[in-house]
């Protein structure tokens, strides 16, 4: 079992940054392709990045291209997204979710832990 936990929401201007982190925990994190998802009220949750074991590759959504950056420590069994440009579109729970698989997917229902979630809300 993979137990995740986020942490870094929170209440930001437009325009600013915040940085997310997910502590993993109960397995060897580098064995694990991590992602993140967010959820907006009345949306569904959609993939926003992705990056493999190793830290060597990374993808995102057209949505976060360019402003989101997703980065792994595997020493420290974390991974972070770091937001800037920050809009109102973005106000959403962020989730930190990890796969075994070797496969790359944006896929939610393919990943197989997922964290609490942290909320981050953007005021214009």
């Known amino acids: 079992q993979v137990q995740l936990v986020e942490s870094g929401g929170g209440l930001v201007q437009a325009g600013g940054s915040l940085r997310l982190s997910c502590a993993a925990s109960?397995?060897?994190?580098?064995?694990?392709?991590m992602a993140w998802f967010r959820q907006a009220p009345g949306k569904e949750r959609e993939f926003v990045a992705f990056?493999?074991?190793?830290?060597?590759?990374?993808y995102y959504a057209d949505s976060v291209k360019g402003r989101f950056t997703i980065s792994r420590d595997n020493a420290k069994n974390t991974v972070y997204l770091q937001m800037n440009s920050l809009n109102s579109e973005d106000t959403a729970v962020y989730y930190c979710?990890?796969?075994?698989?070797?496969?790359?997917?944006?896929?939610?229902?393919?990943?197989?832990?997922w964290g609490q979630g942290t909320q981050v809300t953007v005021s214009s």
């Open positions: 990056i493999t074991r190793s830290g060597g590759w990374t």
């Open positions: 979710a990890a796969r075994s698989a070797d496969m790359v997917t944006t896929a939610r229902g393919l990943y197989e832990y």
């Open positions: 109960g397995r060897t994190f580098s064995t694990l392709n």
